[in-house]
């Protein structure tokens, strides 16, 4: 805003004007009309599988997909393989997350710290993990433990890549002024590093809970006698194609509840920072 001074003309601020989010109303529409598609893409696989353009053998109808996730709820395999599942993509987050934090944070901060850890990390990353699935089954057995790590394994790597660069990404000159104003490390830290870096780092997590799913899909179809892994090999080996749909949207569901959760989270996290009206998220 601009100080007017006697016998000048006032001129109008130039400053731009604050993006405001979206009315309710207009909230509610786009979350309707983001189920437009999805909703299309059923309505024309049951007209194909009706009509016979899509053999049943080959892919299921929706109307029989959705008989075979009652039977199978109903028989409990689905609540048990759900249930384990989870608690593997669970633990092999937390592992690898953490790891993945730590590491992004150290290297990101001190030099050392990104002489020592960023070479390797940048090495391995180029490694497509699910190849070791192999080499994880010789190493450690068909126990629990190769899943786990798959999956720690595969969250690591984004996890570190984006608080990594969340932390370089910081402006020096903010750490100049948090110095200045007398903060010690871990005031600097909290203070500029975790504001700094964690919109970065939000979009890390988003991407390591893909690679999560991804990864225990993959881990559970190869070496596993229980999981929804398991429960899609074996309807593989009846050619139960309407069960093998079930886990695959069981596992897509999964997949968009944790990432709307991460966004949920994102969206109150970073209140502070201006974004597009009308854009969803």
Do not use: C
């Not at 398991?230 to 968009?256: P, S």
């Amino acid at each position: 805003m601009f100080t007017t001074f006697p016998g000048a003309p006032a001129r109008a601020s130039t400053s731009p004007p604050t993006p405001s989010a979206p009315p309710p109303a207009r909230r509610r529409s786009v979350s309707w009309q983001r189920w437009i598609s999805p909703i299309a893409i059923v309505v024309v696989w049951q007209l194909a599988s009706s009509t016979g353009l899509l053999a049943e053998d080959e892919l299921a109808s929706p109307w029989r997909v959705a008989a075979a996730a009652v039977d199978v709820t109903a028989s409990g395999e689905l609540p048990e393989g759900l249930a384990i599942s989870l608690a593997r993509v669970v633990v092999g987050f937390l592992l690898g997350a953490a790891l993945g934090l730590v590491l992004g944070v150290w290297s990101g901060l001190s030099r050392w710290g990104g002489l020592l850890v960023d070479p390797p990390v940048q090495m391995l990353r180029t490694l497509p993990h699910l190849a070791l699935v192999p080499l994880f089954i010789l190493w450690f057995g068909v126990d629990e433990t190769p899943k786990v790590l798959l999956v720690a394994l595969g969250v690591l790597f984004p996890i570190y890549l984006n608080v990594h660069a969340g932390v370089r990404g910081v402006d020096p000159k903010l750490f100049e002024v948090a110095r200045v104003s007398g903060f010690d490390r871990r005031e600097i830290v909290r203070h500029v590093v975790v504001p700094g870096a964690l919109p970065s780092a939000l979009t890390g997590l988003r991407l390591a809970l893909g690679i999560a799913w991804l990864s225990i899909v993959v881990a559970e179809t190869v070496s596993a006698d229980t999981g929804l892994g398991y429960m899609i090999n074996n309807a593989r080996e009846f050619l139960r194609t309407d069960v093998i749909v079930v886990g695959l949207v069981v596992y897509a569901l999964l997949g968009l509840g944790t990432d709307a959760l991460v966004r949920r989270v994102e969206r109150r996290a970073l209140r502070w920072r201006p974004t597009i009206a009308g854009t969803p998220s």
